[in-house]
């Protein structure tokens, strides 16, 4: 089956976020996604006179070789796998998954010592490549949105397929205002939050890593916030979902948690020192993710909507915190949501989901879908 769906994805992905070039390197990985996508990314490699590489990986066969990987085993296979990413000046994944529950009965040590052994591979690629990865849409992804499978692929290319080109100008003129402000208050249904960003940078995500993208983050300065503020999209984090999260603040750490599982929240959240302290603030704003879909790649992308999350900060923006937690948790301030407003040194930058200030306006969904 040939979708010209999947030529204009391998395009955007070959020649915007990872700006492939003549002679360059490429591994492109699929994890249990359709051959045709990986021929539409290779063509659209080899169009650039790129030289790719292709590894194929399917759920079913990771989890039984993983489930008996000895040391030795790893430690050859990161090797080589290390081996392998040197060579490389660009990394595209496309991950899809049959079951999104296929690995959940390998021993939690088994899947640390695997994150342990691969690291520096990751690290390598994050590092030293330029790389993109991306969801695959499958039946299991339609299911957790409530949609057909047919009409959440149509939702996901029109999404992924975005020209995100233009909203660089906006993006850009939010990253500087983020950099020149000091205090950030959020006002909502049962959110009251103060914090400052002061000194920390703001990272544009314009589809160059991740697709979806759509969104600009920095990280609070680690003990300024204050307040409290209630979470109205559902978040599944470790395999469980939690609805109506409600976090307190003191000084910076998050002194009281309340949600539909409220003992497995603090249980995260008591997972190590920097668990409850917040480690990114972001405003997300893209165009055509519009509700929840317990998919954070997506969700934290929701035009309208702001994240918070405790855990480990980027290396980007970074407030100092350090975890082993990173969970975005997500509030949407569109008037169906219940609205809400973003303060910026006293001004309002964000009411009901839009943003007010001229410069910023090109990222409201309005100005986006009229233009198009």
Not at 188 to 202: E, V
Not at 254 to 277: C, F, M, Q
Request: aromatic share 8%; glycine share 8%; hydrophobic share 40%.
């Amino acid at each position: 089956m040939h979708d010209a769906r999947f030529d204009n994805l391998a395009k955007l992905l070959v020649e915007y976020s990872v700006r492939l070039k003549r002679n360059e390197t490429v591994l492109i990985e699929g994890f249990d996604v359709p051959d045709e996508m990986i021929i539409a990314l290779l063509r659209a490699a080899q169009n650039r006179g790129a030289v790719p590489f292709v590894q194929i990986h399917h759920g079913q066969v990771t989890r039984a070789l993983t489930l008996k990987a000895s040391d030795r085993q790893l430690n050859l296979l990161a090797n080589h796998e290390l081996a392998r990413m040197k060579k490389m000046d660009a990394y595209i994944a496309v991950r899809g998954s049959n079951n999104i529950t296929e690995l959940s009965d390998i021993p939690a040590e088994k899947m640390k010592l695997v994150a342990k052994k691969m690291r520096p591979v990751q690290d390598q690629r994050v590092k030293k490549t330029k790389w993109v990865v991306l969801r695959w849409p499958t039946a299991s992804m339609a299911q957790l949105a409530g949609m057909s499978t047919e009409a959440f692929e149509d939702f996901y290319f029109k999404v992924c397929t975005l020209d995100y080109r233009k909203l660089e100008p906006g993006m850009k003129a939010l990253k500087r205002l983020m950099e020149k402000t000091n205090r950030v208050e959020i006002k909502g249904p049962d959110t009251d939050l103060r914090f400052s960003i002061k000194g920390i940078p703001a990272v544009i995500c314009g589809g160059d890593h991740n697709i979806p993208d759509g969104e600009v983050f920095t990280a609070p300065v680690r003990d300024s916030v204050q307040g409290y503020v209630t979470f109205n999209v559902p978040s599944i984090y470790q395999g469980i979902g939690f609805d109506g999260i409600r976090l307190e603040f003191q000084d910076g750490k998050i002194v009281d948690a309340t949600s539909n599982e409220t003992k497995k929240l603090n249980k995260i959240l008591d997972s190590d020192k920097g668990a409850r302290y917040i480690g990114e603030f972001s405003l997300g704003f893209n165009p055509q993710v519009l509700q929840p879909m317990r998919d954070i790649l997506f969700d934290e992308k929701i035009t309208g909507s702001f994240h918070f999350t405790p855990g480990q900060a980027y290396e980007e923006a970074d407030n100092g915190n350090r975890s082993q937690v990173h969970w975005d948790m997500v509030s949407i301030q569109r008037p169906e949501y219940g609205g809400g407003e973003i303060y910026f040194d006293g001004k309002l930058i964000r009411r009901d989901g839009e943003f007010l200030p001229k410069p910023l306006q090109s990222l409201n969904r309005g100005h986006f879908v009229k233009r198009r």
